[in-house]
């Protein structure tokens, strides 16, 4: 098979990549692993930069997502029983954030690539091996249907998240890792509850961080900080909400509305960076070249610009044979992703409980204090949290 770019991971940067280009009429052909129900029933975060709603919309893929969307105009921070509002178009010259689901992204793309000729999807592609990126010839070996196959194309988009095949068909001497792993995790609890608040509440906590977040109007999403190796069945839907309650300031936890969990899992938190993010024809993009904690929400919104740039930077060569975009795309993404590691780091930082040391906590609540009391520190958190402006070079 042979085709313009090829591309491994069937998962939101992957989808919404080869959409992209397919309407540039560049041909794509996507290697995921498992089937579409597998990679649809992920429960991820939900909350879209003004950077990804316009990609999703560039895509033409957002009519759903416009509809059905609910755009925020402030977060909520609670240190303690204190609450600060944080009005982020009053401190961004109107920009604000969506929340959608990424379950529900990945399911609108996946309607439109499944009926784009542009574009094919092998489900269940199996042993995926990106080869001959170094070389100038690149090329995809894998196993469909028990059957070895090869994928010859132009150029690789790596868009097979941290566990995938791209980044570790690397040679190791070609690539810096950077890592950080915190010391605990988070507990995620999804309810068809309506939420506790219109607005999505961070709250730092002396038993630990907390989070309220929502899907829909009927469906809320909350998390709960939880110690390095939890386990899942240790935590009773009842032990839950409870905690959580626990976490809020009262005038909050009253209002909480408990149910049946339809979705309950644990997740590590970690910061990662691989350096640089092309390797010849093989780009890396989304989760296989960087993770951040949750707590800032970048994750998509990170992949978003990876995907604008690399999807401008192909289009530019394909349509007027112009290699300058590319040559700058790693430099280029990883400039936005580092500022995106950094809030993250700094917003857990700020939230979470590291250990049971007095004055670590006093002096999260003098940071809180500064931010919350001068228009400085709310500006840096709103600017942060609706995310940095994409490089205008790439259009
Ligand atoms: N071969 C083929 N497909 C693979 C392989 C492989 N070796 N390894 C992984 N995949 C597929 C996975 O099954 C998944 O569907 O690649 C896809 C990667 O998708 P994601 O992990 O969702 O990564 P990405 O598309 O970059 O989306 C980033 O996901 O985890 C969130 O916070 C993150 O929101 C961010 C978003
Ligand atoms: C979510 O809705 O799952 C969510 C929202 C905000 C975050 C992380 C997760 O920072």
């Known amino acids: 098979m042979q085709t313009q770019v090829g591309i491994i991971g069937g998962g939101p940067s992957g989808l919404c990549l080869a959409r992209l280009l397919s309407l540039a009429g560049v041909r794509s052909v996507i290697l995921e692993r498992h089937d579409r129900a597998h990679v649809e029933a992920r429960i991820r975060a939900g909350v879209l930069e003004q950077g990804m709603i316009e990609l999703m919309r560039k895509a033409q893929v957002g009519a759903r997502m416009d509809r059905e969307g609910l755009l925020h105009d402030g977060i909520v921070l609670t240190f303690d029983d204190r609450v600060e509002r944080i009005d982020l178009p009053g401190h961004t010259g109107g920009q604000r954030v969506m929340v959608y689901g990424q379950t529900e992204l990945t399911r609108d793309l996946y309607d439109a690539v499944l009926q784009d000729a542009n574009v094919s999807v092998v489900f269940e592609a199996q042993g995926v091996r990106p080869l001959g ?79 309220c977040s929502m899907r829909s109007h009927t469906r809320s999403r909350y998390y709960v900080q939880v110690g390095q190796g939890e386990k899942v069945e240790d935590w009773s839907d009842e032990r839950f909400w409870d905690e959580i309650r626990r976490r809020l300031p009262e005038r909050f936890a009253r209002n909480m509305v408990t149910g049946p969990s339809i979705e309950k899992s644990i997740a590590p938190l970690r910061s990662f960076v691989a350096e640089p993010l092309r390797f010849g024809k093989l780009f890396l993009v989304g989760d296989a070249g960087h993770i951040v904690p949750p707590t800032g929400a970048k994750g998509l919104n990170l992949a978003a610009s990876d995907m604008h740039y690399l999807s401008t930077a192909l289009i530019a060569l394909y349509r007027e044979g112009r290699g300058d975009l590319l040559e700058r795309y790693s430099q280029t993404a990883l400039r936005r992703i580092w500022a995106a590691v950094r809030f993250s780091w700094w917003f857990t930082s700020l939230t979470h409980k590291f250990n049971d040391d007095a004055i670590e906590r006093k002096i999260q609540l003098a940071e809180f204090d500064y931010l919350t009391g001068s228009a400085a520190g709310r500006t840096t958190i709103a600017e942060n949290y609706v995310g940095l402006p994409f490089d205008a070079s790439f259009g």
């Open 133 to 211: 990126f170094l070389d100038g010839e690149p090329r995809l070996d894998y196993v469909s249907d028990g059957k070895p196959q090869t994928l010859a194309c132009d150029f690789i988009a790596g868009c097979d998240g941290y566990h995938g095949a791209s980044r570790a068909a690397v040679p190791r001497g070609l690539i810096t890792e950077y890592e950080r792993v915190y010391p605990f995790g988070w507990l995620g609890l999804l309810a068809d509850t309506p939420p506790v608040h219109e607005e999505l509440i961070y709250s730092n906590h002396s038993r630990g961080f907390a989070l």
